[in-house]
């Protein structure tokens, strides 16, 4: 394994390279046949040490995901009409999944999934990888990056990501994603009832916070940097990631092998 300073970009692309198929093949491989012991085996090589994990295998489909992970925790929001439910794999698939599910009106909770992270804040580079499945019809699926409980509760997003189909200045923008609700920052294009990966690069400091956001797989792709994450108070106590499904939406999505590191 080449040692690299630790970037999404950088670091998958490095793994993949030494994987003897097409490029595409060579993603579809690693998301295959890879644990999430396998990629944390992976990105620890890179130098780098591992906050969060799992991929689900150990929990009980049909029941809630388990508060203890491989790595790291897992709190959920449930209520009538909206819930985060282990189920088996999607189609072309491997394993169990977290269901994030919101079906109701306008007085529906909002299903959360929190993954907390197993050290307190520090400035660093952190690396998100998450593997998603969006179903054809779902509203917004949501990824966002939120401060530490151990911040003081309640905890407060600062980056986030919305996975769905958005309208600008007349012109559809169909299975993009958008960054912070602002139609300025929409990059990629996924595929709707197939998996893929999204990989966030966080780079924090004292002066400024960087977001690298990528999207791999087949027929997923785009890339967009992030410069300056404000306020950088908020994303200097880093300390969870969420997974939901927000009001007015309505449908479902799936998620797996999430994985957050930071570089040693």
Known sequence: MISLS???????????????????????HILLLASIGFLAALFTGCGSTTLFQSSFDSN??????????????????????????????????????????????????????????????????????AVLYIPSGSGLATVEFDTSSQSGPPSQGFLHLDFGDFTVNNKVYTNAVRVNDDSRLLFGNFPRDQFFTVAVTLEVSSSVAIAHMRLYGSGASGNLDLNNITPLSLARQFGEVKFYMGFPWNGSFDTTNILVTRKN
Not at 6 to 28: E, M, S, V, W, Y
Not at 105 to 122: A, E, F, K, R
């Open 6 to 28: 630790f970037n999404a970009r950088t670091c998958f692309d490095t793994i993949a390279h030494h994987l003897p198929q097409t490029p595409a093949g060579r993603l579809k």
């Open 60 to 129: 009980t489909v049909g029941a809630p995901p388990s508060h203890n992970q491989s790595t790291g925790t897992i709190d959920v929001s449930n209520g009538p009409g909206a819930t985060v439910t282990i189920v088996s794999v999607p189609p072309s698939a491997t394993g169990n999944w977290a269901q994030i599910q919101r079906i109701g009106g306008p007085g529906t909770p909002v299903p959360t999934m929190q993954c907390n992270l197993s050290q307190p804040p520090q400035d660093g580079s952190y690396t998100l990888l």
